[in-house]
């Protein structure tokens, strides 16, 4: 095994301005800032920055020893030994220090006030490991040279394997690694970390996202959030998303967006997604249409337990909710429901005509969301089907939409019961 050498660590600001010496004693500038190479664990110092308007580097090899005093190189100074900074490589104090960046221990934005540096040597070479970002308050003072006056304060030191930064210079690499490391991520803290980015960040970041990770993402942002960022995303980005996101999400959206940019996104769309969110466009704000999703789960009355379980494999995965499956005939008027527990357990050869219940609680696609939110309380219900005059299903409200619509209006007294009375909802029988 290759034996492995700490020499030292230290901070980047305290090296910021130290001067550099050659062998022969020659200062042949200062430490403007130092070249990394992101391409392991731990990023490589790979150059270092020695004059304001030079724009080659002192290659890491040629440095000798490393302190707060300043560096010292291993032989006499040569400009023409010098290399130009590589495309993978970046800047410590351009790209780092002082920016936002993701912890994504924590699922939280956090500001890098300072970098920890590590210098080291394994079989006689000389390396430079970035190891970790200071985000506590000892790392603004340390820069202000009054760190002593925080001396009792934790250091608080974020490991460089649990950050990710916001700028788009990463290599295909580190990009690869990240997008692992977001994976990992519930969307809900995602949400949090998009929704506490300038606008500037937000879209390079989803763009990073998968899609399925990017839209269970936006769907659990607010609804302000999502149209910032879709008025700065590319037309033909923002319309593929559009067309994956549940339609009623999509509809939202579009319908807070100016008419020429709503349109543009809508002629991008597939035909039947489009048609599909104009019709939700269509309903009155805080109604059953506007709050409904067409994507849910119906079957003929006319089939097997068997035969729906196995059709439920195809349907499922696009499916807003599984756990009431709607009974209809060819004319897609509601006829039953029954639960996803009573499918499974009943016998294969049973037919859903006699396990449905015909009794089913509904709402019309032109009540209101308080009619909607006291149907879904009263009978403990997951989701309630909307239907038109001729009991003709047209989607279904789930719990999850209600509350959207209700949390925010809580601060008001006569909203407020709805609210509490919603919270409920769940616990049921």
Same mark, same amino acid.
């Given at each position: 095994?290759?034996?492995?050498?700490?020499?030292?660590?230290?901070?980047?600001?305290?090296?910021?301005?130290?001067?550099?010496?050659?062998?022969?004693?020659?200062?042949?500038?200062?430490?403007?800032?130092?070249?990394?190479?992101?391409?392991?664990?731990?990023?490589?110092?790979?150059?270092?920055?020695?004059?304001?308007?030079?724009?080659?580097?002192?290659?890491?090899?040629?440095?000798?020893?490393?302190?707060?005093?300043?560096?010292?190189?291993?032989?006499?100074?040569?400009?023409?030994?010098?290399?130009?900074?590589?495309?993978?490589?970046?800047?410590?104090?351009?790209?780092?220090?002082?920016?936002?960046?993701?912890?994504?221990?924590?699922?939280?934005?956090?500001?890098?006030?300072?970098?920890?540096?590590?210098?080291?040597?394994?079989?006689?070479?000389?390396?430079?490991?970035?190891?970790?970002?200071?985000?506590?308050?000892?790392?603004?003072?340390?820069?202000?040279?009054?760190?002593?006056?925080?001396?009792?304060?934790?250091?608080?030191?974020?490991?460089?394997?649990?950050?990710?930064?916001?700028?788009?210079?990463?290599?295909?690499?580190?990009?690869?690694?990240?997008?692992?490391?977001?994976?990992?991520?519930?969307?809900?803290?995602?949400?949090?970390?998009?929704?506490?980015?300038?606008?500037?960040?937000?879209?390079? /970041?989803?763009?990073?996202?998968? =899609?399925? #990770? @990017? *839209?269970?993402? !936006?769907? $659990?942002?607010?609804?302000?959030?999502?149209?910032?960022?879709?008025?700065?995303?590319?037309?033909?980005?923002?319309?593929?998303?559009?067309?994956?996101?549940?339609?009623?999400?999509?509809?939202?959206?579009?319908?807070?967006?100016?008419?020429?940019?709503?349109?543009?996104?809508?002629?991008?769309?597939?035909?039947?997604?489009?048609?599909?969110?104009?019709?939700?466009?269509?309903?009155?704000?805080?109604?059953?249409?506007?709050?409904?999703?067409?994507?849910?789960?119906? /079957?003929?009355?006319?089939?097997? =337990?068997? #035969? @729906? *379980?196995?059709? !439920?494999? $195809?349907?499922?995965?696009?499916?807003?909710?599984?756990?009431?499956?709607?009974?209809?005939?060819?004319?897609?008027?509601?006829?039953?429901?029954?639960?996803?527990?009573?499918?499974?357990?009943?016998?294969?050869?049973?037919?859903?005509?006699?396990?449905?219940?015909?009794?089913?609680?509904?709402?019309?696609?032109?009540?209101?969301?308080?009619?909607?939110?006291?149907?879904?309380?009263?009978?403990?219900?997951?989701?309630?089907?909307?239907?038109?005059?001729?009991?003709?299903?047209?989607?279904?409200?789930?719990?999850?939409?209600?509350?959207?619509? !209700?949390?925010?209006?809580?601060?008001?007294?006569?909203?407020?019961?709805?609210?509490?009375?919603?919270?409920?909802?769940?616990?049921?029988?």
């Amino acid at each position: 095994m290759n034996e492995v050498k700490a020499l030292g660590t230290f901070y980047f600001s305290q090296m910021l301005g130290k001067p550099i010496y050659d062998s022969k004693h020659r200062q042949i500038g200062r430490i403007k800032d130092m070249a990394v190479r992101w391409d392991g664990l731990y990023p490589q110092v790979v150059g270092i920055k020695y004059a304001k308007k030079v724009h080659t580097l002192i290659p890491i090899e040629q440095v000798q020893d490393c302190s707060e005093k300043g560096m010292q190189l291993s032989g006499p100074f040569a400009a023409e030994n010098c290399v130009p900074l590589h495309d993978e490589d970046i800047y410590i104090s351009k790209w780092l220090l002082d920016k936002q960046i993701i912890d994504l221990r924590g699922s939280r934005m956090v500001r890098a006030n300072d970098i920890t540096l590590s210098w080291l040597t394994q079989d006689d070479h000389m390396r430079m490991l970035l190891v970790a970002v200071d985000i506590g308050l000892r790392g603004i003072f340390r820069r202000l040279g009054l760190e002593f006056l925080v001396k009792n304060h934790a250091h608080n030191l974020l490991g460089v394997q649990y950050i990710k930064p916001l700028e788009s210079w990463t290599s295909s690499l580190q990009i690869t690694r990240e997008k692992k490391q977001l994976s990992e991520l519930h969307p809900a803290d995602i949400a949090d970390l998009l929704e506490e980015m300038d606008y500037k960040s937000r879209v390079s /970041f989803i763009e990073n996202l998968d =899609a399925q #990770q @990017a *839209i269970d993402a !936006l769907t $659990e942002v607010d609804l302000e959030t999502q149209v910032e960022i879709f008025e700065q995303m590319d037309a033909q980005k923002a319309s593929d998303l559009l067309e994956e996101m549940p339609p009623d999400e999509a509809a939202d959206i579009l319908g807070e967006l100016s008419v020429e940019k709503s349109e543009g996104l809508l002629q991008l769309m597939e035909a039947e997604d489009a048609a599909e969110v104009r019709e939700l466009m269509q309903y009155e704000d805080g109604t059953a249409g506007a709050l409904m999703t067409t994507e849910f789960i119906a /079957f003929s009355a006319k089939i097997t =337990a068997e #035969q @729906a *379980i196995n059709q !439920l494999r $195809e349907l499922a995965p696009s499916a807003e909710t599984i756990y009431y499956l709607f009974v209809v005939d060819e004319a897609e008027h509601l006829q039953g429901v029954l639960s996803l527990r009573e499918l499974i357990i009943a016998h294969p050869q049973t037919m859903l005509e006699t396990i449905m219940h015909t009794k089913v609680e509904t709402v019309r696609d032109d009540d209101t969301h308080r009619r909607v939110a006291e149907v879904i309380n009263k009978y403990s219900l997951i989701a309630v089907p909307v239907v038109d005059e001729d009991n003709v299903i047209l989607g279904i409200v789930t719990v999850d939409d209600v509350l959207d619509i !209700l949390i925010p209006e809580r601060g008001n007294r006569e909203t407020y019961p709805w609210f509490a009375m919603s919270k409920m909802v769940g616990r049921g029988r």
